[in-house]
């Protein structure tokens, strides 16, 4: 059994996109009680967002091959329709706009899942597109870069939206992984095929990405990636793609870099 939590707009009587959200750490039975702020706000943008507790996965290396397999496994148990959906929900989930977010090693997860080269590949083509927080960059997890167009994250190609702390860009959790520009790694190595975007927050450490940063960092990472998914999932025409990852900050400030897909992009007009 996968334990999880979903959230769902009350408002909506028919089918409605997916986020998956996936949490960091080792594996944890409570794993999908965590990032409450992410699944609410997107429930308020129409989503059906799905917590899962990747609490399967508590030995180490069994997490690799554990997480992505949650999620394929979640979504098929979706579409059969033997996921309890919250009571004042009256409409459907669309198993045909997926997206997928997490933080740390939900951001393995969420790589996995869109298409990432590890020792495996874990792709799921019911994914339309992805936003890793504070993703990881080469030799953590089975990631690698041996040269500029054969990396992990060459044979990502839907739109993704990295998202990472300023200070966190150059090592991992547990700082056993140091090197200037680490994290940076996969946005610079996507394919070309779809628009990706990255976002750093300036003064943001590791865990304030996802559970201990200010009110206003917290809600920023929340309503970015709702903006994105709105665009790239949900295919909704009412959310300017230039606007992402560009919302207010009060503490603190954030950048945008965007690569434009080489054809069909959405934001090669952006400035």
Do not use: K
Request: with cysteine; proline share 6%.
């Amino acid at each position: 059994m996968i334990s999880y939590q979903v959230y769902a707009p009350a408002d909506v009587a028919d089918l409605a996109p997916v986020i998956v959200v996936s949490h960091g750490g080792a594996g944890n039975p409570r794993g999908h009680l965590a990032g409450e702020h992410l699944g609410t706000t997107f429930a308020s943008g129409g989503f059906v967002a799905v917590h899962l507790a990747h609490d399967r996965s508590v030995a180490g290396s069994r997490q690799l091959d554990d997480r992505p397999a949650d999620v394929a496994f979640f979504l098929d148990e979706l579409a059969a329709g033997r996921v309890e959906l919250p009571v004042g929900f009256h409409g459907s989930a669309d198993l045909g706009r997926v997206g997928h977010t997490g933080h740390s090693y939900g951001a393995y997860t969420a790589h996995a899942v869109g298409g990432a080269t590890y020792a495996r590949t874990y792709t799921d083509p019911r994914i339309d597109a992805i936003a890793p927080i504070s993703p990881q960059g080469p030799d953590q997890f089975g990631a690698f870069l041996r040269g500029p167009d054969d990396t992990t994250w060459s044979t990502v190609t839907i739109p993704v939206f990295d998202l990472i702390g300023g200070d966190e860009i150059d090592s991992n959790a547990v700082d056993s992984v140091e090197r200037p520009g680490w994290r940076l790694a996969p946005f610079d190595h996507y394919p070309g095929t779809s628009d990706t975007f990255r976002t750093i927050v300036a003064g943001a450490d590791h865990s304030d990405m996802w559970r201990t940063g200010a009110d206003d960092v917290q809600a920023f990472v929340a309503v970015e990636i709702l903006d994105f998914m709105r665009v790239y999932v949900a295919g909704d025409a009412e959310v300017d793609p230039c606007g992402i990852g560009v919302g207010e900050l009060v503490t603190t400030s954030a950048t945008i870099e965007r690569h434009p897909a080489a054809v069909g992009t959405l934001i090669g007009s952006c400035g």
